[in-house]
């Protein structure tokens, strides 16, 4: 199987779908590389060091889709709706696509993807099981956010982190709340700690008071009922918007009491649910900071606004977007991983002609055979579910 690699297209995307370091790895399923030139640069990895690695160099981005049997993208239409579309005329039939493609989000741009008949693989719906965890990209880059979001606010916040003991007298350490205990939370929560802030963490998944513990912070407990908070797949539920109220109300006193802010809820296919009002910023110290990492879902501040940075009340209120691609080498080599992971998963499954019957398969496969087969992209595109599965389904021959 030849394995296609692109420049991202996204405007300010400086990450690369895969890094010269997962090409063994490709070797080894029998995949070899093709790469558009200066594809990894911007992430620290030149042409020079893919060919080192056995991966050829392609001229132009066409040439890598009319050659590849797959082509792997960071964001692919879907997740890039500014300059995505443009790959569409370059997909062919049965040719596969990797990436992260926000079908939830952009159900109407995966019906596009399946008008090529191209077989789509979104990296964000990869199942939360022990034999994916290799896979799953969306928790890899919510490690990278997680700890940027930190030091974003560091920079931002007129004070340091930690307590410092000097000749001129101690300076006390600044108190950070991080809502949301994911992998994003959970990342953020222990840099917060390595800086020296005194840290506290909430979620409303009963499950997530022990990790937060066990990072060394506090947990903040509210009189909420949260038995159903979390459904099958670890995710967050959505609340009605009584619950919201009420926890807006029990969290008011916390973020008072906070110089920092960070917030991480999202509820995949939703809009953010708004946490903190503008009574709540108004009520933080003069030179609090929000970070708000839901930004690109509508914000769990209701004063964010996406890609800019509010002041209001002396409080920054920060709404960063694609904060993953700003720590690209890194960004990229974790991405790398998990995706040559996934490669290697089809290829085994599809020779062994086991495809859908596998759970990963299965539930990441968006569209095929020039349908959109995924379920719950189907029911956001208002589309009865399919009768039979997907075409080829059992036969292997991705």
Same mark, same amino acid.
């Given at each position: 199987?030849?394995?296609?690699?692109?420049?991202?297209?996204?405007?300010?995307?400086?990450?690369?779908?895969?890094?010269?370091?997962?090409?063994? =790895?490709?070797?080894?399923?029998?995949?070899?590389?093709?790469?558009? !030139?200066? !594809?990894?640069?911007?992430?620290?990895?030149?042409?020079?060091?893919?060919?080192?690695?056995?991966?050829?160099?392609? %001229?132009?981005? &066409?040439?890598?889709? !009319?050659?590849?049997?797959?082509?792997?993208?960071?964001?692919?239409?879907?997740?890039?709706?500014?300059?995505?579309? !443009?790959?569409?005329?370059?997909?062919?039939?049965?040719?596969?696509?990797?990436?992260?493609?926000?079908?939830?989000?952009?159900?109407?741009?995966?019906?596009?993807?399946? &008008?090529?008949?191209?077989?789509?693989?979104?990296?964000?719906?990869?199942?939360?099981?022990?034999?994916?965890?290799?896979?799953?990209?969306?928790?890899?880059?919510?490690?990278?956010?997680?700890?940027?979001?930190?030091?974003? &606010?560091?920079a931002a916040l007129p004070r340091m982190f930690p307590m410092l003991m000097t000749?001129?007298?101690?300076? =006390?350490?600044?108190?950070?709340?991080?809502?949301?205990?994911?992998?994003?939370?959970?990342?953020?929560?222990?840099?917060?700690?390595?800086?020296?802030?005194?840290?506290?963490?909430?979620?409303?998944?009963?499950?997530?008071?022990?990790?937060?513990?066990?990072?060394?912070?506090?947990?903040?407990? *509210?009189?909420?009922?949260?038995?159903?908070?979390?459904?099958?797949?670890?995710? &967050?539920?959505?609340?009605?918007?009584?619950?919201?109220?009420?926890?807006?109300?029990?969290?008011?006193?916390?973020?008072?009491?906070?110089?920092?802010?960070?917030?991480?809820?999202?509820?995949?296919?939703?809009?953010?649910?708004?946490?903190?009002?503008?009574?709540?910023?108004?009520?933080?110290?003069?030179?609090s900071v929000v970070v708000d990492l839901a930004a690109e879902r509508g914000g769990?501040?209701?004063?964010?606004?996406?890609?800019? =940075?509010?002041?209001?009340?002396?409080?920054?209120?920060?709404?960063?977007?694609?904060?993953?691609?700003?720590?690209?080498?890194?960004?990229?080599?974790?991405?790398?991983?998990?995706?040559? %992971?996934?490669?290697?998963?089809?290829?085994?499954?599809?020779?062994?002609?086991?495809? *859908?019957?596998?759970?990963?398969?299965?539930?990441?496969?968006? =569209?095929?055979?020039?349908?959109?087969?995924?379920?719950?992209?189907?029911? %956001?595109?208002?589309?009865?579910? *399919?009768?039979?599965?997907?075409?080829?389904?059992?036969?292997?021959?991705?």
């Amino acid at each position: 199987m030849r394995v296609g690699v692109v420049k991202e297209a996204f405007p300010g995307e400086r990450r690369v779908a895969l890094v010269p370091g997962v090409i063994p =790895t490709l070797a080894k399923a029998d995949c070899d590389l093709l790469i558009e !030139a200066e !594809a990894g640069a911007e992430a620290g990895y030149p042409d020079a060091l893919y060919a080192e690695h056995g991966a050829r160099i392609a %001229a132009a981005r &066409a040439e890598v889709f !009319a050659q590849a049997d797959a082509v792997i993208q960071v964001l692919g239409y879907g997740a890039n709706l500014a300059t995505g579309q !443009a790959d569409l005329p370059l997909l062919r039939r049965d040719q596969i696509l990797i990436g992260f493609l926000d079908p939830l989000a952009a159900p109407a741009a995966i019906r596009e993807v399946a &008008a090529t008949g191209a077989a789509a693989f979104a990296m964000e719906l990869m199942p939360r099981i022990t034999r994916a965890q290799s896979m799953d990209a969306l928790s890899a880059m919510a490690t990278v956010i997680g700890y940027k979001a930190v030091l974003m &606010a560091a920079a931002a916040l007129p004070r340091m982190f930690p307590m410092l003991m000097t000749a001129a007298g101690t300076v =006390t350490p600044a108190r950070a709340l991080i809502i949301g205990a994911g992998v994003m939370g959970l990342q953020a929560i222990a840099t917060a700690r390595r800086l020296g802030a005194v840290v506290s963490g909430y979620d409303i998944r009963p499950a997530a008071k022990e990790q937060i513990l066990s990072m060394g912070a506090r947990f903040v407990e *509210l009189p909420l009922e949260t038995s159903a908070a979390q459904d099958e797949r670890g995710y &967050a539920r959505v609340q009605d918007e009584g619950f919201y109220r009420r926890q807006r109300e029990l969290l008011g006193r916390v973020v008072a009491e906070s110089d920092v802010v960070i917030t991480t809820a999202v509820v995949p296919g939703s809009k953010a649910p708004v946490l903190i009002t503008a009574e709540m910023v108004a009520g933080m110290p003069p030179g609090s900071v929000v970070v708000d990492l839901a930004a690109e879902r509508g914000g769990n501040c209701e004063l964010t606004r996406a890609g800019e =940075t509010v002041m209001s009340h002396g409080v920054s209120i920060l709404g960063p977007v694609n904060l993953a691609s700003t720590v690209p080498y890194h960004a990229s080599q974790l991405y790398a991983r998990t995706a040559a %992971a996934f490669l290697v998963h089809l290829a085994k499954t599809g020779r062994s002609g086991r495809n *859908l019957e596998d759970e990963i398969t299965r539930e990441t496969l968006v =569209t095929h055979g020039g349908e959109v087969v995924q379920p719950r992209v189907r029911r %956001a595109l208002g589309l009865d579910p *399919l009768a039979t599965d997907p075409p080829g389904a059992g036969q292997g021959g991705f």
